[in-house]
């Protein structure tokens, strides 16, 4: 059988866009035979979605001899992920490595995924769907990010893509055989769809997941134009999103729903209760930098 670690920063499953793109890879590469393995650091842990057939083992938080790391001083990050590295290369475990090392480019667990490849002398591949440079997480600062996608972009024998745009993003930063295209697979759960008789009067024009400041303009006018036909606005997300506050406060009248635990009982509800899904993105790309190369619904 052969064996593919997964060495990431987060776990496979329903609780982000990414996490959701990688669980349908691992899953899919299951159902072919290949047995997964998944290694994250302590705290990303969580329980898995039901059906899923992975091991996970962890990377230590802190061993007692390992000075302590955060990532608001990245020179202790770069050593947790050397020892990181090394915690994995040294693991009994892995008398036999696996046949494959594949990451996610999101964070310093993906250096550590390519420190291990180069050491094992096994192929890495790389998922990319969103630049990190473009994505501003808060823990990492800009030179941080590029020096992670720089040493794992270089180290990568794969590199999959999320979309043309973005392989073509990416082509500065490896050699172009080595990027390929590989859009969100699609989900194993499929709602029964089908036209309601109230839609034709009363259609439900749902948002669902992130919402963010500069979405409130144009679902406002979402609001208005069904509000016209005798429709209405449905919004899913979070209770305390203060997008969502924002929307109130511009007197849009809507309809909230709060967020669900995973996207299957997100789609179930959805399924029931709207007549079309927004996709939401900025009419200026400069309000949302990954808007140019993300995969237009990922979930």
Avoid at 215 to 228: D, G, K, Q, T
Avoid at 249 to 255: D, H, K, P, V, Y
């Amino acid at each position: 059988m052969r064996r593919l670690l997964y060495l990431g920063d987060f776990l496979p499953g329903p609780n982000s866009g990414g996490a959701l793109v990688l669980d349908r890879h691992l899953r899919r590469l299951a159902r072919e035979g290949w047995q997964v393995i998944i290694t994250v650091p302590a705290a990303a842990l969580r329980p898995l979605p039901s059906g899923d057939s992975y091991q996970v083992r962890t990377l230590p938080s802190r061993k007692f001899w390992w000075p302590p790391a955060s990532p608001r001083f990245p020179a202790t990050m770069r050593l947790r992920v050397r020892l990181w590295a090394n915690a994995v290369i040294r693991d009994p475990e892995w008398s036999a490595p696996p046949d494959v090392i594949l990451t996610v480019l999101w964070g310093y667990a993906a250096v550590a995924a390519a420190r291990v490849a180069v050491a094992w002398c096994r192929p890495l591949a790389v998922i990319v769907h969103d630049r990190l440079e473009e994505a501003k997480l808060p823990a990492l600062e800009d030179r941080v990010a590029s020096w992670i996608e720089s040493t794992v972009l270089r180290s990568a024998a794969r590199i999959w893509a999320v979309s043309d745009e973005m392989r073509a993003a990416l082509a500065p930063l490896a050699p172009a055989e080595a990027i390929r295209t590989l859009p969100p697979v699609p989900d194993d759960y499929a709602p029964p769809g089908g036209w309601q008789p109230q839609y034709r009067s009363a259609p439900i024009i749902a948002h669902a997941g992130a919402l963010h400041s500069y979405h409130v303009e144009y679902l406002a006018a979402v609001a208005r134009a069904v509000a016209r036909v005798g429709g209405e606005l449905l919004i899913v997300t979070a209770s305390d999103n203060p997008a969502l506050a924002q929307l109130r406060a511009s007197g849009t009248r809507f309809r909230h729903q709060p967020a669900f635990p995973t996207s299957t009982e997100a789609l179930a509800f959805l399924s029931r209760e709207a007549t079309a899904l927004t996709v939401m993105y900025p009419l200026e790309p400069s309000d949302h930098r990954r808007a140019p190369t993300g995969f237009p619904s990922r979930v």
